[in-house]
Every structure is written in C-alpha cells, then in structure tokens.
C-alpha cells in the first residue's frame, strides 16, 4: 500500500514540492552563510519524493546552534511552508482519494517549520513522529 501511495502522491505532489525545496536547497548554496538550511532543504525535498512509510526523529545529539538555526529558519522560511502544507493538505482531504495525500501534507509541517536537528526514519522507529 505504501507504494501505490508513494507513487500517487510522487505523481501528484511530490516531484513538484520536491523540486520547489531542491531549488531553495540551491539558493541557500549560493548565499554560502545559509548552507546548513541548505542541506535542510535537501533532506526535506528527499522526504517529499516518498513520505508515506518514513517520519521523523529528534536528533538526541542536536544543539544550540540548531536551536538557533530552527528560529531563524521559522522567522525568514517556516511559517509560510507550513502555512502551504496546511492549505493544500485541507484541500486535498475535500475528497476521499485525497485524504492520504492531505495527511501526507501535513506530515511535512512538522519538518518544514523546524527542519534542522532532525532525521528522517522508517516509520515505526521509537520515538518517531
């Protein structure tokens, strides 16, 4: 099942929200100062390609800086992201062959708003959200 879904929402949502996250990944590069929340951007792109069977985990050995990091990334990026996600997963729960594909929208909220001292895991890991 987990296929087919990952498939339809590749088809549907992914690839575009995927490459959306890759370009700023890339922009964040060029700007040299931003490139951790370029490597944020990029972990999130892979996490919109096939988000359905992984979630996410608190990095036990993430710091301060990532702290920082995240109310930086929340102020300038996060708050419109997850704004997006919300918006286009209420629209995609409006009919039943959507709502996997709404919930996998709002799956990514939680990464888009505080992407850094994260990792993506199987679901079913301990502590996973």
């Keep these: 099942m987990r296929l ?7 088809v549907l949502c992914g690839l575009w929200l995927a490459i959306g996250y890759a370009l700023a990944g890339l922009l964040c590069f060029v700007l ?13 792109a892979n ?3 096939w988000p359905f069977g992984r979630s996410i985990l ?6 301060v800086a990532s ?6 990334w929340v102020l ?6 997850a704004i997006g996600h919300l918006v ?12 996997p594909l709404g919930l996998a929208n709002f799956k ?13 895991v199987p679901s079913g890991t301990p502590g996973s959200i």
């Design 58 to 63: 608190p990095r036990q050995t993430a710091g």
């Design 76 to 81: 300038l990026f996060g708050w419109w992201l």
């Design 108 to 120: 990514l909220i939680p990464i888009s708003l505080v992407p850094l001292g994260v990792q993506i």
């Design 4 to 10: 087919i879904l990952n498939v339809i929402w590749f």
């Design 88 to 99: 286009t997963g209420a629209v995609l729960c409006l009919t039943v062959i959507g709502i």
């Design 32 to 44: 040299i100062i931003t490139i951790p929340f370029g490597f944020a951007a990029f972990r999130i």
């Design 67 to 72: 702290v920082i990091g995240n109310v930086v």
């Design 47 to 49: 996490y919109a390609l």
